[in-house]
T-cell receptor, first 113, second 114 residues
Framework: KAGVTQTPRYLIKTRGQQVTLSCSPI?????VSWYQQTPGQGLQFLFE???????NKGNFPGRFSGRQFSNSRSEMNVSTLELGDSALYLC????????????FGEGSRLTVL | AQSVTQPDIHITVSEGASLELRCNYS??????LFWYVQSPGQGLQLLLK????DTLVQGIKGFEAEFKRSQSSFNLRKPSVHWSDAAEYFC????????????WGAGTKLIIKP
């Protein structure tokens, strides 16, 4: 059974640009959640999608957005990048949601110059 | 405000020694509690979880955790660590009154001495 796949794994952007990250969940999983991980900060919850609907949202500015497609694949977009957006962005899928077991991808490491 | 604290940023133990990683939370309602492990360059993997019932929870890789409501703690333990346990460990807490949104601790990095 294939795991959670995130693309791209690494990317470098400059301030003001935008970026789109992709996440393919485990087959059959309808919940996809996104997290920002920075050193010493742990994981900060961005949002969760379930069956194409945003079910929950963390405390991030509107520059951070996401969506989920009918095949459960999800994308997150960050517009007008800032230096502080440099982080590892993790995607997790689960059958029912964040209270169940989350299966994480290896992440997309974003560097903003 | 709801919060999760992992007081130890780093812990160093010798191979074969016992391990305890601390997790304290601040939550109004009965929480759901999780421990995840992140090996270098990898995503996170669930070690164990507590929803209700027996307060001593067994997980994978020989780990266990005990929920102590009076101390608002959910400490992770292992009787004898192996070099392959070197990783970063995250405690996470969720509750119905926060719409099950998980709050994560900052993580504890475990270093194993040979």
């Amino acid at each position: 059974k294939a795991g959670v796949t995130q693309t791209p794994r690494y990317l470098i952007k400059t301030r003001g640009q935008q970026v789109t990250l992709s996440c393919s969940p485990i087959s059959g999983h309808r919940s996809v959640s996104w997290y920002q991980q920075t050193p010493g900060q742990g994981l900060q919850f961005l949002f969760e999608y379930f069956s194409e609907t945003q079910r929950n949202k963390g405390n991030f500015p509107g520059r951070f957005s996401g969506r989920q497609f009918s095949n459960s694949r999800s994308e997150m977009n960050v517009s007008t990048l800032e230096l502080g957006d440099s982080a590892l962005y993790l995607c997790a899928s689960s059958l029912f949601g964040v209270t169940g077991e989350l299966f994480f991808g290896e992440g997309s490491r974003l560097t903003v110059l | 405000a709801q919060s999760v604290t992992q007081p130890d940023i780093h812990i160093t133990v010798s191979e074969g020694a016992s391990l305890e990683l601390r997790c304290n939370y601040s939550y109004g309602a009965t929480p759901y509690l999780f421990w995840y492990v992140q090996s270098p360059g990898q995503g996170l993997q669930l070690l164990l979880k507590y929803f209700s019932g027996d307060t001593l929870v067994q997980g994978i890789k020989g780990f266990e955790a005990e929920f102590k409501r009076s101390q608002s703690s959910f400490n992770l333990r292992k009787p004898s660590v192996h070099w392959s346990d070197a990783a970063e460990y995250f405690c996470a807490v969720g509750a119905k009154d926060s719409n099950y949104q998980l709050i994560w601790g900052a993580g504890t990095k475990l270093i194993i001495k040979p």
